[in-house]
């Protein structure tokens, strides 16, 4: 049971350039998100899926797609990159547990934008 | 005003006492709360949930929550060199969605 896995772990990028973050999760939970994590910034949500599907924005969507490929798989796509994406990416899934609903983080994909 | 607010620290501890971590927030609807550990150039990783008033404990851990203040906490018993990391506190703000604080930075010295 791998829990939330992410590729790649680290990728450098001109500006400009294209590419696609690939999430995947092998626990069967339906919520999957997608966050950049800034130094001083915390942690803040680009997009989330709910569920197979569905797709919506959080905090931070612009410059991002996304892609829910399935119930396993959520894909993060910066189609222009710029200097301001430079961050750590995580990919997270959730399920309820009691009252609400627990996030698992994967481990992180270090993206710099020159 | 952020919605969840924490001192960014460090902390610095003795090895063995007691650490106390503090998070406040805004939205007085929120009704789950979250205590993740992330060590450096890592993923964080769940530590604690809390939902009710009260005091929570799990192991050396003891989460804390008053609804009424808008506070929430962290502490850590017999603090450990290992337990050096930051430590980010969440809030459900509904839908799935986590809110999560800044971190606070903890270091637990020999």
């Known amino acids: 049971n791998a829990g939330v896995t992410q590729t790649p772990k680290f990728q450098v990028l001109k500006t400009g350039q294209s590419m696609t973050l690939q999430c995947a999760q092998d626990m069967n939970h339906n919520s999957m998100y997608w966050y950049r994590q800034d130094p001083g910034m915390g942690l803040r949500l680009i997009y989330y899926s709910a569920s197979e599907g569905t797709t919506d924005k959080g905090e931070v969507p612009n410059g991002y797609n996304v892609s829910r490929l399935n119930k396993r798989e959520f894909s993060l796509r910066l189609e222009s990159a710029a200097p301001s994406q430079t961050s750590v990416y995580f990919c997270a899934s959730s399920e309820f547990r009691t009252a609400s609903y627990e996030q698992y983080f994967g481990p992180g994909t270090r993206l710099t934008v020159t | 005003q952020k919605e969840v607010e924490q001192n960014s620290g460090p902390l610095s501890v003795p090895e063995g006492a007691i650490a106390s971590l503090n998070c406040t927030y805004s939205?007085?609807?929120?009704?789950?709360f979250f205590w993740y550990r992330q060590y450096s150039g890592k993923s964080p990783e769940l530590i604690m949930s809390i939902y009710s008033n009260g005091d929570k404990e799990d192991g050396r851990f003891t989460a804390q929550l008053n609804k009424a203040s808008q506070y929430v906490s962290l502490l850590i018993r017999d603090s450990q060199p290992s337990d050096s990391a930051t430590y980010l506190c969440?809030?459900?703000?509904?839908?799935?969605?986590?809110?999560f604080g800044t971190g606070t930075r903890l270091l637990v010295s020999p």
């Open positions: 969440a809030v459900n703000t509904g839908f799935q969605k986590l809110v």
């Open positions: 939205d007085r609807v929120s009704q789950s």
